[in-house]
């Protein structure tokens, strides 16, 4: 049978109700044509890691959307396994936010050393937290 494809506005329709006729891409494209940080945007990040629990590139962003929901322990569970810069830098921020400076740096330290810009930034955030 073929797969018929959808415009964008049947995707934003059919990720609320039927997400599982959408691939991770279509599920990603969906979340990219609303604003960054938007409700929209983070709600359509959310079907993607429960679409696709395994991806980890689904894990990180729903770990980034549950430290955002202040939801730290969750998001650390979902990608403790995770090793990708992006992965150990949420990790990072969830410690960093859960007041636990010490585990925090050490994520944030092997993220940096990955090549994580966002990880950088967020250590010497952190270091200006810590020195006042």
Do not use: C, W
Not at 118 to 132: E, F, G, I, S, T
């Amino acid at each position: 049978y073929t797969v018929r494809q959808f415009s964008l506005e049947e995707a934003r329709e059919v990720v609320r109700t039927r997400p599982r006729m959408l691939n991770l891409n279509e599920i990603y494209l969906v979340a990219n044509s609303y604003p960054k940080g938007s409700d929209d945007f983070k709600y359509v990040l959310g079907v993607a890691s429960k679409m696709y629990p395994e991806d980890p590139y689904a894990r990180v962003n729903s770990a980034a959307y549950d430290i955002e929901l202040g939801l730290y322990d969750q998001a650390i569970e979902n990608i403790k396994t995770l090793s990708s810069p992006e992965a150990l830098n949420n990790l990072g921020v969830a410690f960093a936010r859960k007041g636990d400076t010490e585990r925090a740096l050490d994520f944030l330290k092997r993220a940096a050393d990955a090549g994580s810009s966002d990880a950088r930034h967020n250590m010497d955030q952190l270091a200006k937290v810590m020195n006042n």
